[in-house]
T-cell receptor, first 111, second 116 residues
Framework: SQQGEEDPQALSIQEGENATMNCSYK?????LQWYRQNSGRGLVHLIL?????REKHSGRLRVTLDTSKKSSSLLITASRAADTASYFC???????????FGTGTRLTVIP | GAGVSQSPRYKVAKRGQDVALRCDPI?????LFWYQQALGQGPEFLTY????????KSGLPSDRFFAERPEGSVSTLKIQRTQQEDSAVYLC??????????????FGDGTRLSIL
């Protein structure tokens, strides 16, 4: 079963605006990862944040992690039409062999 | 190739038929994962290989599902006596190291399976 839940389920913004997506999870984790999935394609790894990290940046992406609240957020700044995709958080839990994915946020960036 | 390759991209089968889905991971990657993704949902874990050893098959939904990776590279996911509820996208992913923390997974584009 899926461990994470993304919020919102869908988000529509204008090009140039910022997009924020949130993820909540239930158990202790080693790290949390964010992936992007374009329609009909596989998932692409965006960023990994370890459980002892609170914030991480990669280009236009900013990820935060609050282990006390079991939540993470992904911020995409200055969005582009090419950012249109589904975004998933995935948790890497101690003792598990796999990632647990959330239900995803469908982002639409309007040119 | 540079990435994870899956074939076929699309598979249509009649209920009751057997199907085989292939995954070519990134060369040299030790870990290989299979996931099932239903429409509008995130991927759900099926099974995990470290080289040729299947270390975890806890996500396989029934004994109709079988996976192998005999030489530690290419993997095949086989579904016997397919049912309509097997319709989904099957994703394969690989990662460089054995099951260690803090590494990303690299995904193929998946096989979209439709059972009529």
């Amino acid at each position: 079963s899926q461990q994470g839940e993304e919020d919102p389920q869908a988000l529509s913004i204008q090009e140039g605006e910022n997009a924020t997506m949130n993820c909540s999870y239930k158990t202790s984790i080693n790290n949390l990862q964010w992936y992007r999935q374009n329609s009909g394609r596989g998932l692409v790894h965006l960023i990994l944040i370890r459980s002892n990290e609170r914030e991480k940046h990669s280009g236009r992406l900013r990820v935060t992690l609050d282990t006390s609240k079991k939540s993470s957020s992904l911020l995409i700044t200055a969005s582009r039409a090419a950012d249109t995709a589904s975004y998933f958080c995935a948790t890497d839990e101690s003792g598990a062999n796999n990632l647990f994915f959330g239900t995803g946020t469908r982002l639409t960036v309007i040119p | 190739g540079a990435g994870v390759s899956q074939s076929p991209r699309y598979k249509v089968a009649k209920r009751g038929q057997d199907v085989a889905l292939r995954c070519d991971p990134i060369s040299g990657h030790v870990s290989l994962f299979w996931y099932q993704q239903a429409l509008g949902q995130g991927p759900e874990f099926l099974t995990y290989f470290q080289n040729e050893a299947q270390l975890d098959k806890s996500g396989l939904p029934s004994d109709r599902f079988f996976a192998e990776r005999p030489e530690g590279s290419v993997s095949t996911l086989k579904i016997q006596r397919t049912q309509q509820e097997d319709s989904a996208v099957y994703l394969c992913a690989s990662s460089l190291e054995g099951r260690l923390v803090n590494q990303p997974q690299h995904f193929g584009d998946g096989t979209r399976l439709s059972i009529l």
